[in-house]
């Protein structure tokens, strides 16, 4: 583990793109609570990924949180949490030796999930850019050197995402005319 996260720390400082952030694993490890034993860290961290999945839906209902394909992300910057939640989970689970790859596909499919229950939903002001939000799934993955657009589908329809991209570029034509 030691010497894995000296190859990341040496490619990082030779400026090559690295899966996981060094530096965000120092600094959290710097966090680590001498109260809390390395299991229950572990669960936090579970949970942390479990509450960031279940709350993505609420992102729907803000006005901001619409996609502008012109910029090529979203008015109010939560196409960030695509990097955000990828670098993350890579150094939470880095520290806590879990698997990162198991804890990203679990996280997609309880993601995935939540926004497949706002499809259902119908009040316009909670879903107002549900469309939009179900892109972010989709840069999640993008972002994601642990997770694949194959595993996405097993649990997302792409229908759903194609259908998205197309609701939201024919929005801003709409809105540019």
């Not at 196409?79 to 990162?100: D, M, R, W, Y």
């Not at 657009?149 to 809105?175: G, T, W």
Request: net charge negative; glycine share 2%.
């Amino acid at each position: 583990m030691k010497v894995a996260m000296n190859v990341y720390e040496l490619s990082s400082a030779a400026g090559l793109p690295c899966e996981i952030d060094p530096a965000l694993v120092v600094a959290l490890s710097s966090q680590k609570s001498e109260n809390i034993s390395p299991e229950e860290e572990y669960k936090i961290a579970c949970l942390l990924m479990v509450f960031v999945a279940v709350s993505l839906p609420t992102l729907a209902s803000n006005v901001m949180s619409q996609y502008s394909p012109a910029i090529e992300g979203h008015c109010n910057n939560i196409h960030c949490l695509a990097k955000a939640i990828n670098q993350i989970a890579a150094a939470l689970f880095t520290i806590h030796k879990g698997s990162i790859e198991d804890r990203l596909k679990e996280f997609l499919a309880l993601a995935s999930s939540s926004l497949l229950k706002i499809g259902q939903e119908t009040d316009k002001m909670t879903t107002r850019n549900r469309e939009s939000v179900y892109l972010l799934l989709d840069m999640i993955v993008q972002e994601s050197p642990f997770l694949t657009m194959d595993l996405l589908e097993s649990c997302f329809p792409y229908v759903l995402l194609r259908n998205a991209y197309h609701a939201v570029y024919k929005q801003s034509i709409s809105a540019n005319a």
